[in-house]
């Protein structure tokens, strides 16, 4: 009902009717507008009595773990045969034409990120938060802040639902969706801005904090609960997409799992159990989607770094720039399945200096050698660590990421190499699943001699940009004869 509404008011602009209609059409919506508020409040004290009522013990599922193969420590290293000893490079019949790489649009300023004017309230209350580098000015009302008395438990989030559901909630709403919009943050990003409000709101409490986000989270629309043991709330999402590595919960006869989300802060909160109410918001059932199909044009915090690394006997740099707050935004990214980090997009700024500094190196190239330069690139600009060795969990990278830390291992340079392989050569690619490692294949327009992979009717030459100064067409020894489970990949 509210997006009907919604889409309504947007095609029936009052300045744009006769003007003998204009009082009979105001008439009209502010009695559509009435009675869209009282079906409001009726959902909203339907559901508070609910909570009141309703809640069951659950046990804890223990996160699910992508692949429990301990990744290799140590990697090989590709010794090649003498130089009179090797094949000659194939003819240039492809030659690959470095791309127009078109410059990033300037990022938002945060002057312009001047919020929608606040309904003018009682109880008007400023709030500052930093958010991506930058300090966003809010203006809500005061009385969204109060606490409730007594200790957690159901009547606890009850009372806190009836009270915030009492204030002007809908016009902090409305500024943190403009926030959303302006950055085009996808639902991690919209669900780290709303919690960054919460704790200005409320400081280091944290269950207030999680109430914050659960409210204006299940206002946004999304299918979100809460659960609560004898000293914390637990904020629990649900995803269209398998969450790897952090417990979860789930009804008895349902399927649906409920994954114990911390926006911002590392994986936590493993409780046996939990009180969680077992119903549903009516007005609440997008599911959170972790895809990374965009990622904020942000000006601030831009470092110059130089990548090196020697092909053919001849040393190359390659300039390059890193943002650390497009990193800090993604330190704590749910472990989603391989394929959503494979086509993660690259921060507009950050991508343009890779793609331009790579471009100008295979330029002119064939196929074969650009694939094969891209892969030394990757290969040995990068020292190697495993997750537990850098990040004490697992962790996978986006490119932004994998360029800031200068250290990563298989998978992060799988989708580092894929990501330059599409954008600069335009060849697709596969990720390749062996047990305790990731790697790729790349289909070139001609067939080329080495080991590969078939894909829908087409064939795919292995590339393993962790097999260090292996080129296009190489296995790992110790997977020569392991299938590996193919990513598919657009």
Request: net charge neutral; glycine share 6%; with cysteine.
């Amino acid at each position: 009902m509210t997006r009907y509404l919604h889409r309504l008011f947007a095609i029936l602009p009052l300045t744009l009717m006769p003007l003998h209609a204009q009082d009979a059409y105001q008439d009209w919506l502010e009695k559509q507008q009435a009675g869209f508020q009282e079906y409001q409040e009726q959902q909203d004290q339907q559901f508070s009595a609910f909570l009141k009522a309703e809640w069951e013990k659950l046990n804890a599922f223990k996160g699910i773990v992508p692949d429990e193969t301990p990744k290799p420590v140590k990697i090989p290293v590709y010794k090649p045969p003498k130089e009179k000893d090797q094949p000659k490079p194939p003819p240039v019949t492809n030659p690959v034409a470095a791309p127009d790489i078109p410059k990033p649009k300037p990022a938002p300023k945060p002057a312009q990120l001047e919020m929608p004017r606040a309904v003018k309230v009682k109880h008007s209350r400023a709030l500052t938060i930093k958010f991506l580098g930058m300090r966003l000015g809010f203006e809500i009302d005061g009385e969204m802040a109060r606490r409730p008395q007594g200790s957690i438990g159901k009547q606890f989030v009850s009372d806190y639902w009836e009270q915030i559901t009492r204030t002007d909630y809908l016009s902090t709403l409305r500024q943190a969706m403009h926030v959303r919009q302006q950055l085009d943050l996808n639902d991690w990003g919209y669900g780290l801005l709303l919690k960054r409000i919460g704790e200005a709101m409320y400081g280091n409490e944290e269950h207030l904090v999680d109430l914050f986000t659960w409210f204006m989270l299940l206002k946004s629309g999304y299918d979100a609960k809460v659960g609560y043991t004898s000293d914390r709330i637990l904020l629990l999402l649900p995803s269209g997409d398998q969450i790897y590595s952090i417990p979860f919960f789930r009804f008895e006869g349902s399927q649906q799992k409920y994954y114990t989300i911390a926006f911002g802060e590392a994986p936590g909160g493993r409780h046996a159990s939990v009180y969680i109410y077992k119903g549903d918001y009516a007005a609440a059932q997008t599911l959170m989607d972790f895809s990374v199909r965009t990622v904020p044009a942000l000006n601030t915090a831009h470092e110059n770094r130089i990548r090196t690394f020697t092909y053919k006997g001849t040393p190359y740099r390659v300039p390059t720039v890193v943002n650390k707050d497009i990193v800090e935004l993604y330190r704590y990214y749910p472990l989603t399945p391989m394929a959503v980090f494979f086509n993660a997009a690259v921060s507009p700024s950050v991508n343009y200096r890779l793609l331009s500094s790579m471009g100008k190196l295979i330029d002119g190239k064939s196929e074969a050698e650009a694939v094969n330069m891209l892969l030394r690139f990757v290969q040995t600009a990068f020292e190697y660590q495993t997750d537990d060795q850098q990040f004490g969990r697992e962790k996978y990278l986006i490119p932004d990421e994998t360029l800031y830390y200068g250290s990563c291992d298989c998978e992060d340079r799988s989708i580092l190499f894929a990501h330059l392989v599409r954008e600069l050569v335009g060849l697709p690619v596969v990720g390749l699943d062996y047990p305790g490692h990731i790697a790729t294949a790349v289909q070139f327009s001609q067939r080329l001699p080495g080991a590969h992979v078939g894909y829908r009717g087409e064939q795919y030459l292995i590339c393993d940009p962790t097999y260090i100064n292996a080129d296009i067409g190489m296995v790992m020894p110790q997977f020569k004869d392991t299938p590996p489970v193919l990513i598919g990949l657009p």
